[in-house]
């Protein structure tokens, strides 16, 4: 969880951003929600909780071949994965984030990477979402296995967490069992595509948007009063 600072007496907001951290979209989803609470900052505080989504919970242990995998998923040819990937690329380059595809070769499993990522809300405010930035910089800039758990560790430690308790929850299955469950919960709300921005559990702005669109919107439902919300939901 992490908060945008803000001073006085203003609107606080609960946004749950379900993601995937193969998920280039989600990158730019990201960036584009981070931009549009830097323009927000005073009208508003959100609390940011960064909720699991696996795009392929069956890639192997050893990863799949970037390119092919697309190809075969969506139909494109080389010419229109290069297409797709350049403006994937100008979108990211738009927000200050660095889509690399030659680095990038590989796709890799992310239940660890969830995993790690449950746990590091766990260990105080600012680590999970700072944790989520540094493992999409590790996969789509720099090309790094983000299923390894050494790895996993080390970037754990850069971003100021514990990197030998990092460590230890990726030996084990610790925090399993919660990404399953948070993944069924969204699966349930509807939620078959990611990034999925969730705002006080009852607002969805899906896809990469723009900062504007996500400025607009964040504006408008700071304005509107909470109701109850009821059912059990994962922090």
């Known amino acids: 969880m992490s908060s945008i600072e803000s001073q006085g007496v203003v609107p606080r907001l609960r946004i749950d951003f379900v993601s995937d951290v193969v998920c280039p ?33 069956s890639t192997p242990a050893e990863g799949v071949d970037v390119a092919e995998n697309l190809k075969r998923k969506y139909g494109m040819d080389d010419a229109q994965l290069a297409e797709n990937q350049e403006r994937i690329r100008q979108r990211g380059a ?61 970037i754990a430690g850069s971003v100021g967490l514990d990197a030998v308790k990092a460590r230890e929850v990726l030996d084990s299955d610790a925090y399993a069992d919660d990404v399953r469950a948070a993944e069924r919960f969204f699966q349930k709300l509807g939620i078959s595509s990611v990034p999925a921005v969730i705002v ?14 996500f400025e607009q919107a964040l504006r408008q439902i700071a304005r509107e009063p909470k109701p109850a919300v009821n059912g059990e939901a994962p922090e």
């Open 200 to 213: 006080e559990r009852r607002h969805l702005i899906s896809g990469g948007q723009p900062p504007e669109v």
């Open 25 to 57: 979209w989600c990158a730019i989803g990201l960036m584009s929600l981070s931009e549009a609470l830097r323009r927000l900052k005073g009208e508003m505080v959100a609390d940011i909780h960064v909720q699991p989504f696996e795009l392929d919970p």
């Open 94 to 154: 738009e927000l200050g984030f660095v889509f690399d595809f030659n680095a990038r070769s590989r796709s890799w499993n992310t239940l660890s990477a969830h995993r790690l990522l449950h746990w590091a809300d766990t260990q105080g405010p600012g680590l999970q979402l700072a944790l989520k930035g540094a493992l999409l910089v590790a996969h789509f800039s720099q090309g790094r296995n983000i299923s390894d758990p050494a790895i996993l560790a080390e």
